[in-house]
T-cell receptor
């Protein structure tokens, strides 16, 4: 059974710091990996999607990497801002019995202090 | 586009009552997902439809839960009878491909069963 773990569960940093969020998964047979952002009381917003054949994706100050063989992904946030405060969830896409589904980690709650 | 629309946003009910949650996916998307989010278990996939057909309902916790998608623009998740342990935030998401593309999430329905 695929399990996704995110460390740390919570992180507090001062504004301007570069930071890394970690995600690990137990089964390397994935189709893709996604990073989502969730603001309090809101739904999830997709930030980056990395196909299994890719090593990384970048969007603005965000960079996500994927190492399928070791079952790890990182989300790098450069020059953090208070507006980056949110919970970040990692999810892997896999097939089971012919269907496709996302398995989520429990997230890392990020607080960026002004 | 208005995005994924869910109603109601909040629902408070008493144990034993029937609860119906509603979802309107993004127009043109052919996959729809129902998730449940709790502090203890995180975000879990309950059921997934492709072209209005249920593909995988292995995440549905028990027979008290049922989901339907009568057409491409509407889905319901019903709980009958409801129990306090069903209290959670229920999200609907849609995507334009069979689950391996980015999923777009609705704002969620916060359900409280007393």
């Amino acid at each position: 059974k695929q399990e996704v773990t995110q460390i740390p569960a919570a992180l507090s940093v001062p504004e301007g710091e570069n930071l890394v969020l970690n995600c690990s998964f137990t089964d390397s047979a994935i189709y893709n990996l996604q990073w989502f952002r969730q603001d309090p009381g809101k739904g999830l917003t997709s930030l980056l999607l990395i196909q299994s054949s890719q090593r990384e994706q970048t969007s603005g100050r965000l960079n996500a990497s994927l190492d399928k063989s070791s079952g790890r992904s990182t989300l790098y946030i450069a020059a953090s801002q208070p507006g980056d405060s949110a919970t970040y969830l990692c999810a892997v896409s896999l097939t089971q019995g012919g269907s496709e589904k996302l398995v989520f980690g429990k997230g890392t709650k990020l607080t960026v202090n002004p | 586009d208005a995005g994924v629309i869910q109603s109601p946003r909040h629902e408070v009910t008493e144990m034993g009552q029937e609860v119906t949650l509603r979802c309107k996916p993004i127009s043109g998307h052919n996959s729809l997902f129902w998730y449940r989010q709790t502090m203890m278990r995180g975000l879990e996939l309950l059921i997934y439809f492709n072209n209005n057909v249920p593909i995988d309902d292995s995440g549905m916790p028990e027979d008290r839960f049922s989901a339907k998608m009568p057409n491409a623009s509407f889905s319901t998740l019903k709980i009958q009878p409801s129990e306090p342990r069903d209290s959670a935030v229920y999200f609907c998401a849609s995507s334009s491909y069979r689950g391996t593309d980015t999923q777009y999430f609705g704002p969620g329905t916060r359900l409280t069963v007393l």
